[in-house]
């Protein structure tokens, strides 16, 4: 009998342990990580009813963005399902969307476990990264009744624009957008890199900073060349 209970003592001692490194029995947990690439503030975080307001850091420079970490103001018990989001806002009319810090969008990091079971692990990270918002620029192109306008924003952003076919009288507006998207707050000017034989194209709206919306009003117009 007696070394019955000494085993089943052990054994006891075995599973406290073993509960204790794998984050079991009595423990709370605290819900927190680190936001990569945040540079404009709030980023608001949500779970279990509570919110975490994460602002970038203050030595972030133009050179580097640096990492930011969070954490959750009250911890949970082991086994509290978690769900950490970005906070949802609901309108009057019951649409809802998702809180983004201005000029960025965030989401979660990979492999990062935002949604979880408290103590499946010693340790709650749930990360998270951001990147500045990119539109798109484009306009219209007008009077192009043959060839193809090319135009360019920058050495490596090109958008080719074949006339219209059929050909019409007056050729129809061709709408169209460059390819290659413009980050938050950096410039954009759209020059004619190549114009279509026998016309010559000018741009309108050309240059500008780019702000959180697709710009679409860089306008071209075509002129066929006096023959």
């Known amino acids: 009998m007696k070394n019955t209970v000494l085993a089943r003592a052990g054994l006891a001692l075995v599973m406290a342990a073993a509960l204790a490194s794998c984050g079991g029995g009595g423990s709370k947990y605290t819900i927190g990580g680190v936001v990569y690439g945040l540079q404009y503030g709030p980023l608001v975080l ?6 975490a307001s994460v602002q970038p850091n203050p030595a972030n420079t133009a050179a580097e963005v640096k990492d930011v970490t969070y954490a959750f103001p009250n911890q949970l018990e082991y086994g509290d399902v978690y769900n950490v989001i970005l906070k949802q806002v ?6 809802v969307t998702i809180q983004q810090p201005p000029h960025q969008i965030c989401g979660p990091a990979s492999n990062s476990r935002t949604s979880d079971t408290a103590g499946r692990l010693s340790v709650i990270s749930a990360d998270f990264v951001c990147q500045l918002v990119a539109p798109t620029i484009g306009g219209k192109v007008k009077g192009l009744g043959a060839g193809t306008l090319v135009l360019n924003n920058g050495s490596d952003s090109l958008v080719s624009i074949p006339a219209p076919t059929p050909a019409a009288t007056p050729p129809a507006d061709i709408a169209y957008v ?16 190549t114009n ?3 016309y010559t194209c000018t741009v309108a709206n050309a240059t500008g900073t780019m702000g959180d919306d697709p710009v679409s009003n860089i306008d071209v117009t075509c002129v066929a060349n006096p023959t």
């Open 46 to 51: 949500t779970t279990n009813g509570m919110e």
């Open 178 to 193: 460059f390819p290659v998207a413009v980050t938050y707050n950096r410039t954009y000017g759209v020059t004619v890199q």
């Open 196 to 198: 279509p034989a026998g």
């Open 90 to 95: 609901t309108d009057a009319s019951g649409n």
